[in-house]
T-cell receptor, first 116, second 115 residues
Framework: NAGVTQTPKFRVLKTGQSMTLLCAQDMNHEYMYWYRQDPGMGLRLIHYSVGEGTTAKGEVPDGYNVSRLKKQNFLLGLESAAPSQTSVYFC???????????????FGNGTRLTVT | QQQVKQSPQSLIVQKGGISIINCAYENTAFDYFPWYQQFPGKGPALLIAIRPDVSEKKEGRFTISFNKSAKQFSLHIMDSQPGDSATYFCAASPQGTSGTYKYIFGTGTRLKVLA
């Protein structure tokens, strides 16, 4: 099992450019998430999906869009990149619940994005 | 905005010492409290987790202590080793069927264990 795979690992964009981050999981998880990690800010939820074809906004959704056309894939798009979007982006997946309580998140290894 | 407050921001411990990281939460509806460990260049990985119906959970050298009345929980790393050097995040997940995607993370603690 590969777990959660993110591509690309690194990317540099100029302000105003667009790009898509790809996330794939092979654990048959219902839920998928996109987080950004910034120094001193912890992990902040951008968007999430509770199933194929459904998406919802998280804590910091502005400037990002997502799609989940297949259960195993979750795409994060930046339509017009800004320097404030320089960050490390993590995709995660989980079951909906586990033994009736919160389910562990399984993270990918991240995409380091720099916007100049 | 629900919060989980984590301290300290950074921690330096001698090899063999005890590392202690603390978290405090506000929402009494949280029912799952995991700790994640993150090494440089990697994603966070689940280390240990606790439910609020127990006061302590131990897995090897790692122990979570939970104080429901004070709304606090902490991670203790006994006999700390240089290989434990990483960033640690606490988190909390609320009750209810809609809970999992509302994980709230602490801001992280960077632990360095000196050889």
């Amino acid at each position: 099992n590969a777990g959660v795979t993110q591509t690309p690992k690194f990317r540099v964009l100029k302000t105003g450019q667009s790009m898509t981050l790809l996330c794939a999981q092979d654990m048959n998880h219902e839920y998928m998430y996109w987080y950004r990690q910034d120094p001193g800010m912890g992990l902040r939820l951008i968007h999430y999906s509770v199933g194929e074809g459904t998406t919802a906004k998280g804590e910091v959704p502005d400037g990002y869009n997502v799609s989940r056309l297949k259960k195993q894939n979750f795409l994060l798009g930046l339509e017009s990149a800004a320097p404030s979007q320089t960050s490390v982006y993590f995709c995660a997946s989980s079951y909906s619940r586990y033994r009736g309580r919160g389910a562990p998140l399984h993270f990918g290894n991240g995409t380091r994005l720099t916007v100049t | 905005q629900q919060q989980v407050k984590q301290s300290p921001q950074s921690l330096i411990v001698q090899k063999g010492g005890i590392s202690i990281i603390n978290c405090a939460y506000e929402n009494t509806a949280f029912d799952y409290f995991p700790w994640y460990q993150q090494f440089p260049g990697k994603g966070p990985a689940l280390l240990i987790a606790i439910r609020p119906d127990v006061s302590e959970k131990k897995e090897g050298r790692f122990t979570i202590s939970f104080n429901k009345s004070a709304k606090q929980f902490s991670l203790h790393i006994m006999d700390s080793q240089p290989g434990d050097s990483a960033t640690y995040f606490c988190a909390a997940s609320p009750q209810g069927t809609s809970g999992t995607y509302k994980y709230i993370f602490g801001t992280g603690t960077r632990l360095k264990v000196l050889a």
